[in-house]
């Protein structure tokens, strides 16, 4: 995950890049920020021949912003295309335990009707799963099963169903959807790292979102393995410069 491109001296080298949708988008109208690949590779600071995923997931308002745009977001969406973006994991509408059922219900349709809309206009997208109940889970598996246009598929890990108690849960029904569904899913998954072993078993291609790396450099730690497979975090002050 790159968040911005800022105070970086070099372009970032790497495969692939993923971005938040909300940050290559004008918050107002939905307009992109860059006029083509070039303009948002040097936005962000990256090479140009960078593979660009964009991720939806976020806070609700600008979910509703994107909502809001109505038939618009068509348009939007083939902007997008002419970006170069490989691929984006549609926008997270909340499930929430403390409002009527028929809310989350609406969420859940939000979710299928913005995923089709991508799909529709050309650009390859991630069907972003949010579940509360059992029959939930049955529904999207249902949905999926249904409709072989549904290639890929998002989860993350990194709020509610990051809750301990929640996660085991969470892993067993991603499991059975994949087994139900009875065809190659690829999985795209936000946070959870801890949790790959098992989710490269149950999916045929898994792709890592990973956020916090981002956010440990800008806040000046290094990485150190000090253990096999142990990674410590420590300070690295970046050098002042001198004249």
């Known amino acids: 995950m790159l968040y911005?491109?800022?105070?970086?001296?070099?372009?970032?080298?790497?495969?692939?890049?993923?971005?938040?949708?909300?940050?290559?988008?004008?918050?107002?109208?939905g307009e992109t920020r860059?006029?083509?690949?070039?303009e948002l590779a040097k936005g962000f600071s990256f090479g140009?021949?960078?593979r660009v995923i964009?991720?939806?997931?976020?806070?609700?308002p600008p979910l509703e912003r994107w909502r809001s745009l109505g038939a618009q977001r068509r348009e939007r969406i083939r902007d997008l295309?002419?970006?170069?973006?490989?691929?984006?994991?549609i926008p997270n509408y909340s499930?929430?335990?403390?409002?009527?059922?028929?809310?989350?219900l609406h969420s859940l349709k939000r979710i299928a009707i913005v995923h089709e809309e991508f799909l529709r206009e050309g650009m390859p997208a991630a069907l972003h799963l949010n579940a509360r109940t059992d029959r939930d889970w049955e529904r999207w598996t249902e949905y999926i099963t249904a409709r072989p246009e549904v290639t890929h598929i998002a989860f993350e890990f990194a709020t509610g169903a990051g809750w301990a108690l929640r996660t085991q849960?969470?892993?067993?029904?991603?499991?059975?959807?994949?087994?139900?569904v009875g065809r190659p899913l690829h999985l795209v998954v936000r946070g959870g790292i801890k949790f790959l072993p098992a989710l490269t078993r149950d999916f045929s291609d898994v792709t890592l979102l990973e956020s916090s790396l981002f956010m440990k450099t800008k806040s000046r730690q290094r990485a150190?393995?000090?253990?096999?497979g142990r990674v410590t975090w420590r300070s690295s002050p970046t050098k002042k410069r001198t004249r």
Request: proline share 5%; hydrophobic share 40%; glycine share 6%.
């Open 54 to 60: 964009l991720t939806g997931t976020a806070s609700d």
């Open 34 to 38: 860059y006029a083509d690949k070039k």
């Open 4 to 29: 911005h491109g800022h105070k970086r001296v070099l372009p970032f080298k790497a495969a692939a890049v993923c971005l938040p949708l909300y940050g290559v988008i004008q918050r107002h109208n």
């Open 224 to 228: 150190t393995l000090s253990a096999p």
């Open 95 to 104: 499930l929430f335990v403390d409002q009527p059922r028929w809310d989350d």
């Open 169 to 180: 849960w969470h892993l067993g029904k991603l499991s059975r959807l994949a087994e139900k």
């Open 48 to 50: 140009t021949d960078v």
């Open 81 to 89: 295309r002419h970006l170069g973006v490989a691929l984006v994991t």
